[in-house]
């Protein structure tokens, strides 16, 4: 199978995620929405196809992790 990201690319979120699906980091006093325009790293790509993307605040703390399909990423990197 032919991927179009790679494991530790930069990637934005092209669509709001599925709530249902968000991993939020439990050490996280609060927890941040995470909506389109965001943007994470391809934190593991998974047996089905899907991205498994880590969200990270601008300090570098992980906030949360969401499965995504291809078409719902888009690259982050210059």
């Not at 990270?56 to 719902?72: I, R």
């Amino acid at each position: 199978m032919d991927f179009k990201f790679k494991k530790h690319q930069k990637v934005i979120l092209l669509v709001n995620p599925d709530s249902e699906y968000i991993e939020y980091n439990p050490e996280l006093e609060e927890e941040v929405p995470i909506k389109k325009g965001m943007i994470g790293e391809v934190n593991i790509i998974l047996p089905n196809g899907k991205y498994h993307v880590k969200i990270t605040d601008k300090k570098g703390k992980t906030l949360a992790y969401v499965p995504l399909d291809e078409e719902q990423i888009g690259s982050a990197e210059d």
